[in-house]
């Protein structure tokens, strides 16, 4: 998720290049709700895992 981030914030910047403010923001928009979901997934997990006592795998 954090890759579909990067890439909605490449867009947004060619997009601001290119003087397509309304595509930019959107894809500024949309890098931002994406970046936080993926925070908040790997948020989730971590509790997950840490209340299930579980190591990690290497």
Avoid: C, D, N, Q
Avoid at 12 to 26: D, E
Avoid at 29 to 55: D, N, Q, Y
Wanted: glycine letters at 12%; charged letters at 10%; hydrophobic letters at 70%.
């Amino acid at each position: 998720m954090i890759g579909w981030a990067i890439t909605f914030l490449v867009v947004a910047l060619v997009a601001a290049l290119l003087g397509f403010g309304g595509i930019a923001g959107t894809a500024m928009e949309a890098a931002k709700i994406v970046f936080f979901v993926a925070i908040a997934l790997f948020l989730i997990s971590a509790v997950m895992g840490a209340v299930r006592g579980r190591s990690p795998r290497l």
